[in-house]
Structure formats: structure tokens, C-alpha cells
């Protein structure tokens, strides 16, 4: 091995592992065949240029900067160097007497930048490395929520999906979206298998099929990067508009059963039909004692004048209409 670097491979592996049980000049003699060797050397090249043997210290050991904002890092040798260093496409420098050297940019912008702090010994290991865990991260421009291949109002039972766009955002590896409905998270989407460190666009579908506990609802999606204990305290975090849900629902009664009442002459009766659904039901009565339909909006008459018989209310949005009846029965007063 050139350079006078751990030329003994034997030297090297007992100085990185220590003894195996048995001596030097057994192992060498007995067990080290050609693959051992290779083995070894393999080994010994790793130790050469990092681990415990390296003897180069970084400060922090990883750092998450901000797009455009300033960073420093220090390399320390726990040994004098005969050159101590940083390689890097911003802010390279070295050092031939100093203990430790400084990294540092004053606007980090180069989303490809990865800084390594080299060393050069007087005595084994003699060159030495440590690559910087340096993440640069960026806030999406925009995070927008919309309906995929639909506009207006919903119909209930009916599945759709929800569409959350996340712009430039970086690293996405480091990005949580989260799905709000109202105040309650119901889904989050991650991108832990993507790697690119430059902005990227990305996007998640949620799938919804809507009741009408959903009419006027609000759905929001919020785009999160956690970038861990050195990042920010507090997770950077962009959140979309809201999306208001309108769900269209055919009329339902509250009491859909027909019902029977007592009519006394000159007394009141109500007849109450009111219904739930979306758009608002309007409501139309029909009775053998008129000759045509007579349109109201009213879901409740209130009078003394009703004639006995039959009555039916009608109640009707542009999803369905549903009707009920209501029989009057004559009754004397004090019966």
C-alpha cells in the first residue's frame, strides 16, 4: 500500500480490531490465504480515511440551514496535522498549523453542496476525511387544494378525490403532508423514498365520499418539513386555503310516518312537514277540496279552517322529492 500508509496490513488490522485470541505469528502463518488478505485490506483502507482512527471532528455534526441564510461549521483534529482542510465548491479552506478550520458560507444557495473536511498525519492513519450531513432546505411557494375533475357541490354517497399540489419544495425526503378535515387530521401522505435535495413539485389525493354531516365542512391540506432535532423548534409548516365542502342531499322528513289528527271546527290544527336536505326543499300541499296543486315554500299551515280529509305534502330539492299524508278526522267539541 503506497505511501508509506498502513503498509503492514496485519499492523493495521490488530491496531483496529486488537488480537483475535491467538498470536501474530500464528494468524499470519495459519490463517490469512489470499481471500483473508483482501479481506483485511479492505478493511484497512476504510480505517485509513475514516472511524475511530480518523481523528477528525465535526462541529455540529449536522446542520439544517435555511435557503440563502449563512452557515458555519468547524473540522477539529485530536492530532497535529500536517494539513487540515475543506473541500468544497463554497467556502474551501485549509489550514497547515491550526488545530481546526472553519466552513462557512454566507448565503447557502447550491442545493448539490456537500462539504468534506480533510486531514494529512505525519503517522498513521495519514489521510483522513469526514463528509458533512449538511440539509438545505427550502418552504414550498404554494400549497393548493381543488377537486379532481369536478366543480360546484357534491352528491352524498358519491366519491371524489382531493387534490393537495405542493411547489418547491426541498427536500422532499423531509416533507409531511397532512389532511385536515376541519380540525381533525384524517390522513397524511410522506416522501421518504424520494432523494432529490433540489425543489421538486409533489402532490397527494385524498378520497372522500361525502354525507350530508359533511355539508359545510372544510378540508385544508398543510405541507410540514421535519427536518429533526437540528432543525427549527418549530416545524416549517405552509398550509393550503380552505375548501369548502357543499354536499347535496335529498329531502329527508323528520317524521316521514303519515299521521292521523283530530279536527274540531273552529279550532286550529297544524300539519308539519318539514324536512332536511341540501339544496333547501320547497314544499307543495294537495288535498281532494282543491282542484290543483298549490306551491308554498311553507313547511308548517297553522289554521282552523282545514276541512276533513286527506293532505299531502310534497318536498322537493333537484336531487328528489318525497311526499307524506295527513288525514283529518272530524271530531265534536267536547268528545
Known sequence: ????????IVQCYVAKHGQV???LPSLTAMTMGRNSLQWISAICMIYLVSGEGCSLVLKPARVVVKFGEPVSVTCEAARR????????TVGAAHTQQDLSVQWKADSLIDWIEEPICYGVFSTAPRQCEEKLNLVLYKTPDSVSIRLVNHTGSMKEGKEYQLLCEVQNIAPVQYLVLRWYRDQTEVYRSAFTELTQSSPVQVSSILLITPTRAD???????VAELDLGPEGPQLAPTVSSGTL???VHYPPNFLSPEPEMLDLVVGEEVTLNCSATGYPTPIYS????????????????????????????????NRLDSKSKRFLLKARSKGV
Open 215 to 221: 355539508n359545510g365542512a372544510q378540508y385544508r391540506c
Open 1 to 8: 500500500m503506497g505511501g508509506g500508509l498502513c503498509s503492514n
Open 244 to 246: 369548502n365542502a357543499s
Open 81 to 88: 496535522p500536517r494539513v487540515l482542510g475543506w473541500e468544497s
Open 21 to 23: 485470541g491467538i498470536s
Open 285 to 316: 300541499w294537495l288535498s281532494a277540496h282543491t282542484l290543483q296543486e298549490t306551491l308554498t315554500d311553507e313547511a308548517i299551515i297553522t289554521s282552523s279552517s282545514l276541512l276533513p280529509g286527506t293532505y299531502t305534502c310534497t318536498a322537493s
